[in-house]
Every structure is written in C-alpha cells, then in structure tokens.
C-alpha cells in the first residue's frame, strides 16, 4: 500500500521542480526571442520527450517539450556550432550575437529564478505572513545562551541594533551577523516587560560545523509558557499498548489532574506510579477518551519506577500558540519592497555559507539533493499554502545562486568566458571550452553524489 506521505510528496516535488526549471528556462527563452536569437526547442525535463507541440503561428516553429527525467531543462536555439545553418539565418544563431546580448541570455535563467522568489515573497506579505514572535529560552549547563543570561519567555526585539519581528527574522539576522562576528548584541524584552542586552559569545562555537538547528547549539530554543504531551511512540506489548494509547495522543489528564511541566512531568508521575493504574484522559483527532494504563514497574538504585514502553513529546496547545504567533500583512509596496530585500538577504547568505563550506568552517553534510527537497516539498505542501511557498522562494533563490558560480557547464561558467571575451576582444579557444566543460561536468556530477549521499544518510538515519 502506498503512503499517503508518498502520495503528497511525489506531486508536491513535482510541481516544485516543474516551476523552478519552467521559471529558469524561461528567461533564456523570452530574453533570447526578444534580443532575435532563433529558439528551435524549450524542453522541460531532458532524455525522451512524453510530449511535444509546435504552435502553427510560431513563425520559427519553436517546439515545445516536456521530457521523461524532470531535474533540468534547456533552451536549444540556432548556432552554426551545433548544426548547420541556412544563409538568411546565419544572423539569428546565437554563437553570432554581439558578447553583451549573450551575457543577457545566459544570465536571464538566474535572473528569473530571483524574480520569481522575490514575487512569491511579496506574496506571502502581502496576503498574510503566518510567522511566531521570537520567544527563546536557555538550556544546557554553560551554553554561550545560559552564560549570557538568557532567561525563559525572553522576546529577542533587536540583534546588533537591527529591529527583528518574527522568529524567523531573528534567526536569519543571528546567522547573518554570526558569519561576521561570533559575538552577537542580542536586546530582548523580558517577561516583565524590561528590557535588557545580552551578549551572546560564540566564538567557541562551531554552529555550522555539523547538521542540525544552528540556534539551538547556542543554547538557545523556542519558549512557550506551556507545553502539552503527546504520544510519539507505543511499544508492542507494553503497558501504553494494552492500556489502548495511540501515536499521536495528546494528554489532557493524569488522574483527573491537568498535565503542567510538559513531557518531564509527566515521565516523573510515571514513574513514581508503578504497579498502579493510571486514568489518563486524552486527545485523538476531534474526541476525548478516557484509558486506563498501569505502568509496570522495574528496579532501579532508588527502588522501583513506573513503565509504560511508550515515547513521549511536547506540542504547544492551541490557546497557547494563539498567543506565541501572528500574522504579518504588508501594503502592496512595502510587500514589493520586502520580497526584493528578503531575496538579496537570502542570496548573500547562500553565497556566504558556500564560500564558509569551501574553508571548511561550513559541513558538507548541510549539501542536500532532490530527496530532501522532495521530502520538503511534501511537508511544507501539508503545512499549508504560505509554507510551501516561502520553501518554493528558498529553493529558487538557491537554484538561481547556483547557477552563477563560475562552474563551466553551469550558466556562470558560461558568464565567465564571455568576461573573459570582454577583456582580451576575442572569444576563449575551443581547446579552453572543451577542458572547461569536462572539469564542469565533472564538478556537477561530484556535486550531485555527494548531495544524493547526503540525502540517503538522512533517509537510513
């Protein structure tokens, strides 16, 4: 049977591809049809086509494709060196257009894909922003947040002097400033209602070093005044399994009492229960059931502890994250003006944390391929419109970056020889061409193993 998780995931990465590829290729076909450059095919998707049309008022008889392998695309168009060409036609290839109409062509897929995030961008803003207020707490024992001073319910308002809004804009400023300076002035609002700085020094501190939530090896995550409990995982057999517990439950009621102090509370009362049955009032889908469980009891140094085999973690209750989130709407304008700095802001970091990869200081592991953009692509679907579409933003910015490092093959290496054409008055040699593209096809393919590495690493783990 095939999961419903596979059923949303395949559609979604689809789609996300089939934009993302559209969008790029594109703007090398508008760009180029505009500047006289004849395009013969716009193919999405290479290898065999599943399908095709020619559109009988097209004067140039472009043909349009849809290919059978999704990851790409391209926009053949007339150049005597991959064909012949008719004589009257000869002024239409592009091998013969002037350097500059060349550099437009070929920067206009990455352009595009910046044009499209930044749209999707002022969208969101301008339709609504679901986004959390940036509450933190500290956890550890001498963590850079537990030396600073942090306490729980702290609202981080500004981060070196730059105001911040939601929990994601305090995020992206921290790992923004963290690559210029690994101590951060963090200004927050306490939960009386002070406000205080804390410095933040993270200079022993390898946040990027390894994958995981960079914040929260700093010692800082998201805070809430109260965390619910939920199932996680019921053990064949066990106490929780007989007892009729769920994955997915969430506890209302230990014995009639309102579970406070979230997951560890709970374990606690577990544990000082053995032997003893357990009323425990829960939550599944839209009703309320009451189960009895008896945890079993097993020997420890301090006596006997009570055990139910199952997993347990927290969730932030509806009433409670009606007060943590909110919704950003921004003027027509200000939306406008917003998507364009939050792609700039997003492509400079891209570039930044690639060159901090290249030195050694950013991990590999954070490399991911088309399994993790699909798996992405399927839960930010399932979130809602809104995050799949800030996802969607991401993954272009990401792709459009790409595309201008100076790789031959890649639109950048392509970029570069026309530069260099620029410079000396005469178009790079066939022989530097023929070497540049073997060393590009050989960096992307080194590129994409090590991404599809990455990908199967986190599916096994």
Do not use: C
Not at 304 to 328: K, N, R
Not at 329 to 339: S, W
Not at 441 to 456: K, S
């Amino acid at each position: 049977m095939i999961s419903m998780d596979l059923l949303l995931i395949l559609p979604a990465f689809l789609v996300t591809i089939g934009i993302l590829v559209t969008v790029h290729e594109f703007g090398h076909f508008w760009v180029a049809r505009r500047l006289g450059v004849k395009v013969l095919r716009f193919s999405i998707g290479f290898g065999k086509p599943l399908w095709s049309r020619v559109s009988n008022r097209d004067p140039d008889a472009t043909e349009y494709v849809v290919a059978a392998l999704p990851l790409g695309g391209y926009v053949k168009m007339l150049d005597e060196r991959e064909g012949e060409v008719a004589p009257d036609e000869v002024h239409r290839a592009f091998n013969r257009q002037p350097v500059w109409k060349r550099i437009a062509i070929v920067f206009a897929g990455p352009a595009f894909n910046f044009i499209l995030a930044a749209f999707i961008y002022a969208l969101i803003y301008l339709t609504g922003n679901p986004a959390m207020h940036p509450y933190v707490t500290p956890f550890g024992q001498d963590t850079p947040a537990v030396t600073a001073g942090f306490e729980p319910g702290d609202r981080i308002v500004a981060v070196n002097r730059q105001a911040v809004a939601s929990w994601e804009d305090a995020r992206m400023l921290m790992l923004e400033d963290y690559l210029r300076s690994p101590v951060l002035q963090i200004e927050v609002e306490t939960r009386e209602g002070g406000r205080v700085e804390r410095r933040l020094d993270l200079s022993g501190v390898a946040l990027l070093k390894d994958e995981g939530d960079f914040l929260l090896k700093s010692g800082l995550e998201f805070w809430a005044p109260e965390f619910g409990v939920s199932i996680s995982q019921v053990m064949a057999d066990s106490p929780a399994f007989k007892g009729g517990l769920q994955v997915g439950d969430r506890i209302l009621k230990v014995d009639g009492q309102t579970v406070t102090g979230g997951a560890k509370s709970f374990v606690d009362y577990v544990k000082r229960h053995p032997d003893t049955p357990i009323e425990l009032q829960v939550q599944r889908g839209e009703g309320v059931v009451t189960l009895r469980v008896t945890p079993m009891a097993r020997k420890t140094d301090a006596g006997g502890s009570g055990y139910i085999g199952a997993g347990v973690g927290e969730y932030v209750p509806e009433h409670v994250l009606s007060e943590l989130t909110f919704t950003q709407y921004l003027g027509p304008v200000d939306a406008v003006v917003r998507g364009v700095e939050k792609t700039w802001q997003t492509s400079l970091l891209t570039l930044k944390l690639m060159g901090r990869m290249l030195m050694g200081e950013v991990s590999i592991k954070n490399i991911s391929g088309p399994l993790t953009i699909a798996k992405f692509s399927g839960e930010t679907a399932a979130a809602g419109l809104p995050y799949y579409l800030g996802f969607l933003a991401i993954v272009s910015v990401s792709l459009g970056v790409l595309n201008l490092l100076p790789i031959p093959m890649l639109d950048g290496g392509h970029l570069l020889y026309y530069v260099v054409e620029l410079i000396k008055g005469s178009p790079v040699s066939e022989r530097v061409e023929e070497m540049g593209m073997k060393l590009g096809m050989a960096l992307v393919a080194g590129i994409m193993v090590l991404a599809l590495y990455n990908d199967f690493v986190r599916l096994l783990n």
